[in-house]
């Protein structure tokens, strides 16, 4: 009864600090909305994260035909957003970060495309832009890779067929009849076909087209293929296959508050410490063991509400998913909750003063949060920082809360977690009784 | 104005803070360790990814001239270990140590893998990936590019008419130069040449493609923010302790008493920045751009930003530990929706417009500007616009409602 009085006190405390709980509680919905309008998920859909990269093409005097052919074929991916300019718009485009980048095309393409001539095709890239601009050469060397096969299969092949003997008039004539839309491609190709030049072009044209039939139908046919298994998706999808972000980004960053909201409720002892109250309380029948249970007890129930707030919060803002059954989130959430009180309360009790405590406490929570998967997934940490992540308790509730909501598995499924965080709760505790008697013995809290 | 009073405030504070050493761990080492940690964590944007290789695992059950060949483009590669082992694993193995992360990739050749390229024969062979891994999506462009070429070689030789069959029907070829075909497969005809722009174009991988480039600069506003607002509760104590009331019955106006607030904090600030911004060039080479002037605008405006935003924080909460709380909360915000966790390119097109109006997007887009752009004072009139704006929004709201706070 009389921890039960103890741990009603604290809490009525607690309740009285409206802006801290606003802070504690509003804040990580604030931070996972934002996060939300940023990279999509839940009733925001997928519509966040990068948008179409707007890119700008070069080129001086490509026919019309092949110009509205590249911006529908690039604007059909649904990645790019396509505008033409000249080399001098492009450029100041680019460097000013209106566009991600400039696909610049070599001048008398088309005519230099039917020689043996070298062709260069240069990427601009904005200095500000380094993720979109990547994106958009990684695209474009992708798809050239494959021509640039087709082309040393077809010049290994028919060697003679070497496209140097293609004269300067017969490329003219290549360029003139591409030129325009089709229509005018039409009566270009009716128009000349009197002409001596264009029926050789157009001998040599079928012997080609023949050539490039049989290439491009074998290489329709793949010999060796690379059947690609993916690793499965973070999260569970839902009905139109998507990820709903918010069942990573609000576990984590509950958890995060919680380590400064549970580092408070353990600095407590030495406010107590320092008005006096603690002093007093010990004096009376109260046992020093009784004291330290109620003010765990309090830190852990203040800590659970805090956490289960959050996330019903989250499963009716941004249809956070709450687990397969009704059991395994609140036992994450409890154990989360006692092995982070664990941690901070033995911070605590080996601090000297309040000023320490805090400055300690927040170092631990800012680097814990590094380590733990708070701030970035685990899995994309370098070996040796996954390694140390491990022996921060939340990186085990990050994990045990990642199966519930994110992956929807149950404890009983994978019980790790949870069961190394009620190891770390019964260790911590015991050492933290521990370490309480041992310093009110010796008067360290006197 | 008594500049004797301002004066003493100031040196009051710094004196104040830097006598204390936890501050210095707040002020200059949490910052670097931030940058240092988040730099492992994000890597290289452009190319690099954690700098520790990840295994990827090939199950070479084969061991023949077609599986070297496949192999040869991703041996010592720097994103990844290739090993190959001779022996195999079930699948399902691989899959699950791929699930978790203990290797970035694993392949499994068949035995008889090198018989059916040289036959043409259709085979699969199995990839496990995960596409989250700069590492695992490099192993997999490299081996579609090196099943490209030799799929593409089996291809042509499909189309070699056989011998004493007359001359070639249409679409056949008399012979396939295979040494020809590798040369121009290293050397293709058509050939992609990436640049990129700004001041430092012919320096290969430059500007903001190193995260620290983001992140050095990131974190020292990050911290001057968080320090400065996360003060604010120093004025709420002198406000409890009326040591604010004192100074008031002695020759100190409400001006003084701001100005020496500001002044203290925008100091400390800029002490703070200049540190780091040093500190971040030497242990991570970070280069600020051609524009020191802009540089120091920009540090200036901000450190002004913060410090009038300290004072009104300060004003406005009742305790202390509602000033700490309103100043994580703002810090928070304002770092998450400025582009200081991650760069504004990533987020949509509002969240960018909404990013670049605050101060931190504004001071973090400078910085960008700055270090890729080789932009100066007259390129970035805009941002330092927006940030002088904020600075003097901010600062008649924080005298005012000191005055309002020392009247009342």
């Known amino acids: ?446 | 104005m008594n500049p004797a009073v301002i004066r003493a405030m100031l040196m009051l504070r710094l004196r104040r803070v830097l006598s204390d050493r936890s501050n210095l761990v707040w002020l200059f080492v949490m910052p670097m360790v931030f940058s240092f940690l988040m730099g492992q964590l994000m890597g290289d944007w452009n190319s690099g990814g954690p700098p520790s290789k990840p295994r990827f695992m090939v199950y070479d059950l084969d061991g023949g001239p077609a599986a070297d060949a496949l192999l040869a483009p991703l041996t010592d590669n720097e994103r990844f270990l290739l090993v190959r082992a001779d022996t195999t694993v079930a699948t399902v193995q691989a899959r699950a140590a791929v699930e978790h992360s203990r290797i970035t990739a694993a392949l499994f050749l068949p035995s008889g893998f090198s018989e059916a390229v040289a036959a043409g024969q259709p085979l699969e062979i199995e990839l496990f990936y995960d596409s989250d891994r700069l590492s695992s999506q490099t192993v997999r462009t490299l081996l579609d590019r090196s099943l490209l070429q030799i799929n593409t070689v089996a291809m042509a030789n499909g189309l070699v008419q056989p011998p004493a069959t007359g001359a070639p029907a249409p679409g056949m070829a008399a012979a396939f130069d295979e040494a020809r075909f590798r040369t121009l497969w290293d050397e293709p005809r058509v050939a992609l040449v990436g640049t990129t722009l700004g001041r430092l174009q012919e320096e290969e991988g430059f500007a903001l493609t190193k995260s620290a480039q983001h992140l050095g600069p990131a974190y020292t506003i990050f911290f001057m923010l968080m320090f400065l607002l996360l003060s604010a509760k120093e004025l709420v104590t002198e406000r409890h302790d009326r040591t604010l009331a004192r100074l008031m019955v002695s020759r100190a106006s409400s001006v003084d008493l701001v100005l020496g607030f500001f002044l203290g904090g925008m100091v400390l600030g800029l002490i703070q920045a200049a540190i780091l911004l040093v500190l971040n060039s030497v242990a991570f080479g970070i280069d600020y751009g051609d524009a020191p002037l802009a540089l120091a605008l920009v540090v200036l405006l901000f450190a002004g930003v913060a410090s009038a935003g300290s004072i009104l924080l300060g004003s406005l909460a009742r305790t202390g530990a509602q000033a700490d709380g309103l100043g994580v909360a703002v810090t928070m915000v304002l770092a998450s929706l400025g582009g200081l966790w991650w760069p504004l390119e990533v987020v949509p097109q509002f969240m960018q417009t909404l990013g670049k109006s605050l101060p931190t997007g504004q001071a973090i887009t400078v910085f960008h500007d700055m270090i890729g752009r080789g932009y100066g004072l007259a390129d970035m009139q805009t941002l330092f616009a927006g940030l002088g704006s904020w600075f003097a929004v901010l600062m008649v709201l924080a005298v005012w409602r000191f005055r309002r706070l020392i009247s009342g």
């Open chain 1, 1 to 446: 009864m009389r921890i039960i009085a103890l741990v009603r006190k604290d809490l009525q405390r607690v309740l009285g600090d409206r802006r801290a709980l606003f802070v504690n509680l509003a804040l990580p919905l604030v931070l996972t909305f934002i996060i939300g309008l940023s990279f999509g998920g839940g009733f925001l859909g997928s519509g966040g994260g990068i948008s179409a990269i707007p890119v700008v093409m070069v080129s001086e005097e490509l026919p019309a035909l092949l110009t509205e052919r590249i911006t529908e074929g690039l604007e059909e991916s649904g990645f790019f957003t396509v505008s033409w300019a000249d080399s001098s718009t492009a450029d100041a485009l680019v460097r000013e970060g209106t566009a991600a980048a400039a696909v610049v095309l070599p001048q008398d393409l088309v005519e230099r495309f039917f020689s043996a001539e070298n062709l260069v095709i240069e990427v601009w890239k904005d200095p500000g832009s380094a993720l979109k601009a990547g994106i958009v050469e990684e695209i474009l060397r992708r798809a050239l890779t494959r021509y640039q096969a087709g082309e040393a299969a077809y010049r290994a092949l028919w060697p003679d067929e070497e496209m140097a003997q293609v004269g300067d008039a017969e490329a003219r004539i290549w360029r003139n009849l591409l030129d325009g839309n089709f229509t005018e491609v039409w009566e270009n190709w009716r128009s000349a076909r009197g002409d001596t030049t264009f029926t050789a072009a157009a001998e040599r044209m079928a012997l080609t087209m023949d050539r490039h039939a049989a290439l491009s139908r074998a290489m329709g046919e793949t010999r060796i293929t690379l059947a690609v298994a993916d690793k499965a998706p973070a999260g569970q999808t839902d009905d139109d296959g998507q990820v709903n972000l918010f069942n990573f980004f609000l576990p984590s960053f509950s958890v995060f508050f919680l380590m400064f909201s549970v580092a408070g409720s353990c600095r407590d002892i030495h406010r107590e410490r320092t008005t006096g109250t603690l002093q007093r309380q010990l004096l009376s029948p109260l046992g020093d063991l009784e004291f330290m249970l109620a003010k765990w007890s309090s830190a852990v129930v203040q800590a659970v509400f805090q956490l289960l707030v959050l996330f019903l919060s989250g499963a009716l803002l941004f249809r956070v998913n709450l687990g397969p059954d009704i059991w395994s989130l609140p036992l994450a959430v409890l154990t989360c909750c006692t092995a982070g009180v664990g941690v901070f309360m033995l911070l605590a009790l080996l601090s000297r003063t309040e000023k320490i405590m805090d400055n300690l406490s927040t170092v631990v929570v800012l680097v814990s949060a590094m380590l733990g998967g708070n701030m970035m997934p685990i899995d994309a940490m370098p070996a040796w920082l996954r390694a140390v992540g491990h022996y921060v308790f939340n990186y085990w509730a990050n994990l045990s809360f990642h199966n519930i909501m994110a992956q929807d598995t149950g404890i009983a499924a994978d019980p790790q977690p949870v069961l190394v965080l009620a190891v770390v709760s019964l260790i911590l505790l015991a050492v933290n009784l521990l370490l309480f008697r041992s310093r009110v013995r010796r008067g360290g809290l006197a």
